[in-house]
C-alpha cells in the first residue's frame, strides 16, 4: 500500500511561487502525477513524470510556470510552481502508480491507483 503526503499548499498573491511536495513510500518504482481540482469542476491534469525523473510533460495551462521533479533518495516527488495566477487556485493532489519502464508517463487520473489527501492552494489577484 502506497501512502502518499502532500505538503505546501497555501495562500499566495498572484506572481508569487510555491512548492508542493510528494512524499510516496517508494518513489523509483512508480510514475507519479500531479492533478487540481477547483470548486465547481472536474479534477485536471496538471503533470508527471518519470520513474527515473528523466521525463515530464505539463498541461498547456502551466507549461512554462511549473516544474515537476522528484528526489528517488529523498523518495520525494515535487511541484515547484511559479508566476502563480488566480486561476491556479484549486486542490492539488498528487497520484503514482507502478510503471514497467523508465520513461513512461501517465495523463488520465484513472490510470492513477494512488493518491495523496489533496492540499490548498490558493491564489489572489
Known amino acids: 500500500q502506497v501512502q502518499l503526503v502532500e505538503s505546501g499548499g497555501g495562500l499566495v498573491q498572484a506572481g508569487a511561487s510555491l512548492r508542493l511536495s510528494c512524499a510516496p513510500s517508494?518513489?523509483?518504482?512508480?510514475?507519479t502525477g500531479w492533478f487540481r481540482q477547483a470548486p465547481g469542476k472536474a479534477r485536471e491534469f496538471v503533470a508527471t513524470i518519470s520513474k527515473n525523473g528523466a521525463i515530464t510533460q505539463y498541461s498547456h495551462s502551466v507549461k512554462g510556470r511549473f516544474t515537476v521533479s522528484r528526489d528517488n533518495v529523498k523518495g520525494t516527488v515535487y511541484l515547484q510552481m511559479t508566476s502563480l495566477k488566480p486561476e491556479d487556485t484549486a486542490v492539488y493532489y498528487c497520484?503514482?502508480?507502478?510503471?514497467?519502464?523508465?520513461?513512461?508517463?501517465?495523463?488520465?487520473?484513472?490510470?492513477?491507483?494512488?493518491w495523496g489527501q489533496g492540499t490548498q492552494v490558493t491564489v489572489s489577484s
Open positions: 517508494d518513489s523509483s518504482n512508480y510514475v
Open positions: 497520484a503514482s502508480r507502478p510503471g514497467r519502464r523508465e520513461t513512461v508517463l501517465f495523463f488520465s487520473e484513472y490510470d492513477y491507483g494512488y
